[in-house]
């Protein structure tokens, strides 16, 4: 009786009861807390050149520099000060293509991929000029591209979603969305269907997924449109850049 009565004074001074365990907090659910409470498999380290490889890409005509066929004015460049801050840059060249920043894991001491079940995030700030053309995007061998995003401030508040492993897409309008703001991205490669979170709100499921055996490396980089499909920079803009907060991989 008198450890009942100790027990309910405990209580009401918010103290822990003699039958309670040494922890006062309740146990984390499964997906709650930052990064859904598990340790990345992956956390990017722009500035290391043991993850990522700068100016090459085998997803660009003979790993680049230059990719015209896809309507780019890049010119892929090494120079670290292109994207090994977290900022991607783009400078226009004296020759009208544009010097651009782009880091990918292919061909990198580690050379992570990110495969099937995994969930990638990541903060981006995009960038206000146009003809800018950023993107996080995955790629192996000819293809296995997934587009965790695209973006053209032409198209000031749309982000272009895109599978094409076994096809589907979502223009995706945000209010949240706009030339300068920052925005917090977060997809899942799922088998069965590829799934797309912005600002912390899923916004697509695509229903066809990657299947089981998918993986592809990584890539993160500024291009510059042509002006075929969306307009190219205006004649009096020299640079324009992107930022990078962070991006990590989850394994499940």
């Known amino acids: 009786m008198l450890t009942q009565v100790l027990d309910r004074i405990r209580r009401l001074l918010g103290r822990p009861s003699s039958s309670s365990s040494t922890s006062t907090s309740a146990p984390e659910r499964d997906g709650a ?3 859904n409470a598990r340790t990345p498999v992956f956390t990017a380290d722009f500035g290391s050149t043991r993850q990522w490889v700068a100016g090459r890409s085998w997803a660009y005509p003979n790993g680049g520099p230059t990719n015209p066929g896809d309507n780019k004015l890049d010119h892929l460049v090494h120079d670290p000060s292109y994207s090994r801050s977290g900022t991607f840059r783009a400078v226009r060249r004296p020759d009208g293509n544009w010097n651009t920043g782009l880091l990918t894991t292919e061909g990198s ?3 992570f991929m990110v495969r099937t ?3 990638l995030e990541s903060r981006v700030r995009l960038p206000s000029e146009l003809g ?3 993107a ?3 790629w192996l061998d000819g293809g296995n591209e997934i587009d965790v995003f695209e973006y053209h401030p032409d198209n000031p508040d749309l982000l272009e979603l ?4 076994k ?3 979502r223009y995706h309008r945000d209010a949240a969305v706009g030339p300068g703001r920052w925005v917090d991205l977060k997809v899942e490669f799922g088998s069965r269907s590829v799934v797309w979170w912005v600002n912390g709100t899923q ?3 695509d229903r066809r997924g990657v299947g089981r055996r998918w993986r592809a490396y990584l890539i993160v980089n500024l291009s510059v449109c042509a002006g075929r499909y969306h307009p190219a920079p205006d004649r009096d803009v020299s640079e324009m850049s992107f930022e990078v907060a962070y991006l990590r991989v989850i394994r499940p």
């Open 33 to 35: 807390g930052p990064a």
């Open 109 to 111: 001491d580690e050379g």
């Open 117 to 119: 079940g995994d969930v």
């Open 132 to 134: 800018a053309w950023p």
């Open 136 to 138: 996080i995007w995955t």
């Open 162 to 165: 895109s599978n094409h492993v």
């Open 167 to 169: 096809g589907g897409s």
């Open 203 to 205: 916004v697509f499921a």
